[in-house]
């Protein structure tokens, strides 16, 4: 007989998202929750015009459980990343805290790769840990 182990996934923080969301208008916060598609458009139409800004305001517990859910809980904060990413992302700092240190030293050296690297983080932040922590087995038996 299995079983699966069950541990805390509250991967994703509502106070992070919050923060977040008062740079809502370019998306910070969709990124943050996985949902880099709406956070493009966010950032392109400055939230939708302001509208989808504020109904994000409601949204946001919604949006935070199903990162949790959706996501690998492990020992890398996805929280602390994404606000590494968010505020010092063009000198590589979220790579470094990733422990990849050679990305890290080139976004250092060249503003987050003029800037695309740091799109394609934003894109790929939560993936690139939580198959991080899939791949440290965090929940096999």
Not at 18 to 25: D, K
Not at 73 to 97: D, E, K, Q
């Amino acid at each position: 007989m299995t079983h699966t182990r069950i541990a805390s996934r509250d991967t994703h923080s509502k106070l992070i998202g919050y923060l977040l969301w008062l740079f809502g208008f370019l998306g910070a916060h969709r990124f943050y929750y996985g949902k880099p598609v709406t956070g493009t458009i966010w950032f392109f139409t400055l939230g939708l015009l302001g509208i989808g800004w504020l109904i994000d305001l409601f949204l946001i517990p919604s949006m935070d459980r199903q990162a949790d859910l959706r996501f690998q809980a492990g020992p890398t904060n996805y929280s602390l990343a994404w606000l590494l990413l968010t505020f010092l992302g063009v000198f590589g700092i979220h790579r470094f805290y990733l422990g990849k240190w050679l990305t890290g030293l080139l976004y250092l050296l060249t503003f987050g790769l003029f800037g695309l690297g740091v799109l394609y983080d934003f894109w790929t932040l939560n993936d690139q840990i939580s198959m991080r922590h899939a791949r440290r087995g965090i929940f096999n038996d």
